[in-house]
């Protein structure tokens, strides 16, 4: 991450601490003195494509460049259209390796391609994401379930 231009993505099912995790990373990044953007990866897809409607794809591109480390929160909750993965295709193309990039996701690489709607883009997006990356897989229950689970609030046996 930073200076090496290195990614991280942090995998795992909902509720284990993945963006708890990106964030701290983020707080150390900013602590060294890098220029860090955190966002939601459904409302970063629309705001490039708004970019994209209004013909200012490029100048919303090179606003993101300027930071050192993007993060992008919760890849595969919601599906990307065709132009969004287009879009989000161009972001990661203008980012690699000038730049990192922290992903946060509850799908394994191979349910990519559901995310973009196209198994191709998916792959040209991973492979530029993955060439200089770090995977963590979290596995474990989630912390809000347990939480309510020891306080009696729900039941999690059927």
Known sequence: MGHNTENVVLMGPPGVGK??????????????????????????????????LNGILEKKLKALAKYDVLIIDEMGYLPFDREGAHCFFQLVSRRYERSSMIFTSNKSYGEWGEIFHDHVIAAAILDRILHHCTTINIKGESYRLKERKKHGLINMEK
């Open 19 to 52: 963006s708890h995790l990106a964030i701290g990373m983020g707080i150390e990044a900013v602590n060294a003195g890098f220029k860090v953007y955190f966002v939601n990866a459904g409302a970063l897809v629309e705001g490039l494509k708004n970019a994209n």
